[in-house]
């Protein structure tokens, strides 16, 4: 029989779901009052680790880690620390529990440190880029296309990505953001930059600085979210803000 219950209207599978592990419980030997202990122990674990979370990326790339933590706080509009991977065993040495968000390529790395710790890590998927990618088949032989975003990591790939799409020709600069001779020889001579939207003001202020030297000033578009909008719902609800 299916329980009435508004939340069970909301969520029509819920009731199958929540039945078929307390059974698979009860198989196991429990008592129902140590499966409710159970689940309750579980759900105020999960919440207390919501209050402190932290994003992590290497060391070598830790404006991704940035750019995700930036996202975080004005999408989730929480406090996020950013912890480089080979310092996060120090810090949640130091917290009795809380939430470590990464992105999928550094899962593994970051769940093996976690593991013996009371933190959770959840996976994050990002972004595709396949709109702003579409753009360099539409490039001219001998374009320049210009990428600004505050990972280097971000920018390697990408580099990568439109090499195979354009080989040779289309010629792809990439700059951090805070590689101001960099973004500057960019908008002179960039047909198209696509930029993050923590890097989208730095950009747009080099092209008002240099605009004596532009001939014609570079169509500048400032790219979706690094991370996916899917996982930050999945965020919003792992953590209890909805």
């Known amino acids: ?6 939340i069970y209207d909301k969520y029509p599978h ?3 779901i929540v039945k078929g592990g307390l059974d698979e419980l009860l198989s196991q030997g429990c008592s129902l009052n140590e499966a409710r202990e159970m689940f309750l122990t579980d759900i105020d674990w999960r919440l207390r680790c919501s ?17 995700m933590a930036k996202e975080l706080e004005q999408a ?12 996060l065993g120090r810090i949640i040495e130091e917290v009795s529990c809380g939430t470590v968000v990464t992105s999928r ?14 933190v959770r890590v959840i996976p994050i998927d990002i972004y595709d880029y396949a709109q702003e990618f579409k753009l360099v088949n539409n490039l001219s032989k001998g374009s320049y296309f ?9 920018l390697k790939a990408a580099e990568v990505i439109i090499h195979s799409l354009r080989g040779n020709d289309v010629i792809v600069m990439t700059a951090q953001q805070e590689e101001t001779q960099k973004v500057d020889a960019m908008v002179r001579i960039a ?11 730095k ?28 996982s930050i719902n999945l965020l919003k609800r792992e953590l209890g803000l909805v």
């Open 146 to 154: 210009g990428i600004v975003s505050l990972s280097s990591g971000l």
């Open 51 to 67: 209050a402190r979370v932290l994003v992590t990326a290497p060391s070598n790339d830790i404006g991704i880690g940035q750019l």
């Open 203 to 230: 950009v747009r202020a080099a092209v008002q600085k240099n605009r004596a030297d532009i001939i014609r000033p570079p169509q500048i578009i400032c790219f979706e979210n690094y991370i996916g909008t899917e």
């Open 1 to 6: 029989p299916r329980l009435n219950s508004p």
């Open 76 to 87: 989730l509009h929480i406090s996020v620390q950013v912890a480089a991977l080979e310092e």
């Open 191 to 201: 047909k198209i930059i696509i930029c993050d939207r923590f890097s989208d003001a």
């Open 105 to 118: 390529y550094f899962i593994g790395k970051a769940e093996e440190i976690a593991a013996p710790k009371s």
């Open 14 to 16: 819920a009731s199958n």
